[in-house]
């Protein structure tokens, strides 16, 4: 397996981009888009008190923000399945929808950390990882978004700046 590389010259006489030839191990593979969760997200963490907090509290707290979150990016049609409650509404949505939540919980769990897993929600989503194999690359994404919350917390690495509610613009008052 040898990769070709070819240097040439474009009639206006400038050097063109090296060509490589294409093989299997060389091959770019496609990225996965149009998830729901990849636009700018608030981040939970920075919205509760983590002074004197309990089990209890992270667990309504997350839960809370979580569903929130979720509700806000479902379609039209499970919002209003959501919003109307009752037993067993979760079963009701649609598959699209849960993924949605499982990115949402994955994204949270990278600025959140192991505090993310103490709501009932997470727990309900683990559980379903879990059991089938098509959703270990969950899991897997699950464990090194806390792998990530970690080195955040030990100051190792920065956290994300996508929260839209905790960055004000600068504002200048007007020299008249």
Request: charged content about 25%; overall charge positive; hydrophobic content about 35%.
């Amino acid at each position: 397996m040898a990769i070709e590389i070819r240097n040439s010259v474009t009639p206006n006489g400038s050097a063109a981009k090296p060509k490589t030839q294409n093989s299997p191990h060389n091959a770019v593979k496609p990225r996965k888009r149009g998830r729901s969760t990849v636009d700018p997200m608030p981040q939970i963490i920075a919205r509760v008190s983590q002074k004197n907090t309990n089990e209890a509290h992270w667990n309504r707290h997350f839960s809370e923000r979580l569903v929130s979150l979720w509700i806000e990016r479902m379609s039209l049609a499970d919002r209003k399945i959501a919003m109307a409650g009752g037993l067993g509404w979760v079963s009701q949505i649609s598959p699209e929808s849960i993924r949605v939540f499982d990115e949402l919980i994955i994204r949270q769990a990278g600025t959140a950390g192991w505090r993310i897993g103490l709501s009932e929600w997470v727990h309900w989503r683990l559980s379903e990882w879990e059991q089938t194999p098509e959703h270990l690359p969950q899991l897997r994404r699950y464990y090194h978004a806390l792998i990530q919350a970690a080195r955040i917390f030990q100051r190792s690495k920065k956290p994300p700046l996508d929260d839209p509610g905790l960055y004000v613009p600068k504002w200048r008052p007007s020299m008249s």
